[in-house]
């Protein structure tokens, strides 16, 4: 009867066994299947940080490693480094999986150093040939002065439907040499908020601006034909009227162009500012092609500024051309 009563024991331990064994495998499954990692706050997932996943990811992988993000906020400071190349990040929703930090240009370090703006960065992507999908990444530091939400510098970077908040500097085009290409974004800020050296297209997104300022800051190398190009993005926000200049040049060569925008009144009607710098007007490109909206004036733009023509606009502005033949759509 003992015996009986044992065997009976554990077929029925083995059958709750296999009851959530199955009830895992079905929970994960379907995720396993499309996913290599699982982001999650709860447990749920093979992690509970961004950057934990991040760090998990093989050195110089040859193939992509995607990883989920369930929705939740992930106040981290993160780097994906150099060797971590081919990695792909997907939010659960672009509203609620959102990456945050809130360092600033003057905050200081254990040191008492101040952090300076690249050190204020939330997400440094150093690692090449990085995607990320319905993500907002964030610097909650508020208008301090500096304060970058994102600083991307390898090459081959994509952003499609995410958001990059925050004031002054939010978005750090870092690399010298790297093509970046976003897609159905929306980037807000202040002073300079899309700044960098790096050749970056910003394709049907949607600028914001607010309070006063600068919408770019390019540093392009003087060696390098593309810096920033929006093609039929919105250039708007909630700043008043006339109280935000395109762009002006960060270093010397600066270039930016904007092709077939619609610019709400917020931009001021000579469009571009020198930085105080008269030669830089002899180096800068800054240009425009068939902008509409209130704040498109053609005629009162700065003598030094450009109008492209369609055939400038056919041959030199596709995808592959800026970018040098990387296909990144």
């Known amino acids: 009867m003992k015996k009986i009563l044992l065997n009976c ?5 083995l059958n709750c066994f296999l009851v959530q064994a199955s009830s895992l495998y079905t929970r994960y499954s379907n995720l396993d299947a499309k996913y290599d990692f699982v982001v999650a706050q709860d447990g749920s997932g093979n992690f509970k940080t961004v950057q934990e996943a991040l760090n998990a990811v093989p ?55 101040e952090k300076g703006t690249s050190g204020s960065s939330s997400f440094y992507v150093y690692g090449p040939q990085f995607t990320a999908e319905n993500i907002t990444f964030q610097n909650s530091a508020g208008p301090v002065g500096q304060a970058v939400a994102l600083l991307v510098a390898g090459d081959k970077a994509r952003f499609i439907n995410c958001r990059m908040l925050g004031f002054q500097d939010t978005l750090y085009t870092w690399g010298y040499g790297s093509r970046q290409y976003y897609y159905k974004c929306y980037i807000e800020g202040t002073v300079d908020f899309i700044f960098g050296s ?14 006063a300022g600068y919408y770019t800051a390019a540093s392009t190398p003087d060696s390098t034909k593309y810096g920033y190009v929006f093609i039929n993005s919105k250039i708007h926000g909630d700043a008043p009227e006339a109280s935000f200049f395109l762009g002006r040049p960060w270093r010397p060569f600066a270039k930016t162009v904007f092709i ?41 733009r700065v003598k030094w500024a450009h109008q492209l023509t369609e055939k400038e606009v056919k041959e030199n502005y596709t995808l592959e051309k800026i970018f040098n033949g990387w296909k990144p759509n």
């Open 198 to 211: 790096s050749t970056a297209v910003f394709e049907e997104c949607d600028i914001f601006g607010k309070s």
């Open 9 to 13: 024991f554990t077929v029925l331990l």
């Open 59 to 113: 050195d110089f992988r040859k193939v992509t490693t995607t990883i989920f993000i369930k929705n939740g906020t992930y106040k981290e400071k993160l780097n994906l480094s150099a060797s971590k190349q081919m990695v792909t990040l997907i939010g659960e929703s672009i509203e609620k999986t959102i990456l945050t930090y809130d360092d600033y240009s003057k905050k200081k370090n254990i040191f008492g150093e």
């Open 260 to 300: 077939g925008c619609d610019l709400g009144e917020q931009v001021k009607p000579e469009g571009w500012h020198n930085w105080n710098k008269p030669d830089a007007e002899k180096t800068t490109f800054y240009a425009e092609y068939k902008s509409k909206g209130v704040g498109a004036n053609d005629k009162a």
